[in-house]
T-cell receptor
Framework: GAVVSQHPSRVICKSGTSVKIECRSLDFQATTMFWYRQFPKQSLMLMATSNEGSKATYEQGVEKDKFLINHASLTLSTLTVTSAHPEDSSFYIC?????????????FGEGSRLTVL | QKEVEQDPGPLSVPEGAIVSLNCTYSNSAFQYFMWYRQYSRKGPELLMYTYSSGNKEDGRFTAQVDKSSKYISLFIRDSQPSDSATYLCAMSVNTGNQFYFGTGTSLTVIP
């Protein structure tokens, strides 16, 4: 199946710093990518939809100035958590649709665990 | 009412058992249905992908969609300890829309 790579898989940072997470579709072009947040033993919470070449669409309650999303190419979207605080500690996961196939299957990255001290 | 309902479990079965996982939904416009397996601290892995109604089989896994009842199922035959994970259902209206996820069912297969 298609591969979506996410990096870094784990990051620890100090409060007040910014952290960037990358999401890459390795063998297909993804005009749309999605960013999720997942708390322990809970389901995925959609944060935003990232569209190549345009602004991301954020879900209600998600601060767009806090979670900056850039989708500069058809294979790369980035999520930057700005001025991170301990409450931002979570598991962040991206996904991308294989639009080229037409079937629109959704593939996920491996996830990035963020710990803010 | 949530778009997608899924019993969170936990579900515990002996090795070799047949496992049945289910989701119900409220939006009759959903046409694309997926099942994902998520191991602890990992991203979800696509298991099965079904369009519209009917059955789809892949090895020990069978996905069923009953659009008239707004009910989907994932069956796991001859369950193995390596099947222990959280299983998420997901669905969407078309290939351009976002997916709606169930909360996930935690499964443990006991050796």
């Amino acid at each position: 199946g298609a591969v979506v790579s996410q990096h870094p898989s784990r990051v620890i940072c100090k409060s007040g710093t910014s952290v960037k997470i990358e999401c890459r579709s390795l063998d297909f072009q993804a005009t749309t990518m999605f960013w999720y947040r997942q708390f322990p033993k809970q389901s995925l919470m959609l944060m935003a939809t990232s569209n190549e070449g345009s602004k991301a669409t954020y879900e209600q309650g998600v601060e767009k100035d806090k979670f900056l999303i850039n989708h500069a190419s058809l294979t790369l979207s980035t999520l930057t958590v700005t001025s991170a605080h301990p409450e931002d500690s979570s598991f962040y996961i991206c996904s991308a649709r294989d639009g080229g196939k037409g079937s629109g299957e959704l593939f996920f990255g491996e996830g990035s665990r963020l710990t803010v001290l | 009412q949530k778009e997608v309902e899924q019993d969170p479990g936990p579900l515990s079965v002996p090795e070799g058992a047949i496992v049945s996982l289910n989701c119900t939904y409220s939006n009759s416009a959903f046409q694309y249905f997926m099942w994902y397996r998520q191991y602890s601290r990992k991203g979800p892995e696509l298991l099965m992908y079904t369009y519209s109604s009917g059955n789809k089989e892949d090895g020990r896994f069978t996905a069923q969609v009953d659009k008239s009842s707004k009910y989907i199922s994932l069956f796991i035959r001859d369950s193995q300890p390596s099947d222990s994970a959280t299983y998420l259902c997901a669905m969407s209206v078309n290939t351009g829309n976002q997916f709606y996820f169930g909360t996930g069912t935690s499964l443990t297969v006991i050796p």
